[in-house]
């Protein structure tokens, strides 16, 4: 983990839900459905230089509460027919947990390096619950930043 200040901002395009972390962790979860429509419905291209990212945002509270999540790519192919919503993720400081090896379960590695990061007492930085993104590097490596005060 490191912390690293993000000096622009990011527009990002795609699909997004409400759910919340209690229905995540059940067989009702949300997310992986809002994967399988982003991947199904709009080509990246990776060669281009576009990339992937979910985003959080529009927390209720904290991790207890509902939020969104956008699954999306900051590039321009989005065919006409689609309707895709737009987000930018703002410049700011942000506590960056990267994994690498297979996807899923980088990404819930990642997820658990973080909840247990804030919950076991002693962190150094403080959580906005703002808005907080995953950053898909390649197919095996993803980064996640958490936005601190």
Avoid: C
């Avoid at 759910?19 to 962790?25: A, C, I, L, W």
């Avoid at 230089?49 to 979910?54: A, F, H, I, K």
């Avoid at 969104?68 to 410049?91: N, R």
């Avoid at 996807?103 to 076991?120: G, H, K, L, N, V």
Wanted: glycine share 8%; aromatic share 14%; no cysteine.
């Amino acid at each position: 983990m490191e912390m690293r200040q993000l000096s622009s901002p990011i527009n990002i395009k795609g699909f997004s839900v409400i759910t919340n972390n209690h229905t995540e962790f059940s067989p009702l979860g949300k997310i992986p459905t809002l994967w399988q429509r982003f991947d199904n419905s709009i080509a990246v291209d990776y060669k281009g230089g576009e990339r992937v990212y979910g985003v959080y945002f529009n927390y209720e509270s904290d991790h207890s509460g509902d939020f969104s999540v956008l699954a999306g790519f900051d590039g321009d192919s989005v065919p006409e027919h689609l309707k895709v919503e737009h987000i930018t993720i703002p410049a700011g400081k942000y506590l960056v947990f990267s994994r690498q090896g297979e996807m899923p379960q980088i990404a819930i590695d990642a997820w658990s390096d973080i909840w247990r990061y804030f919950t076991e007492g002693g962190a150094e930085y403080e959580r906005t619950f703002s808005i907080d993104f995953e950053h898909y590097v390649n197919g095996n490596h993803i980064d996640v930043y958490i936005a601190i005060k």
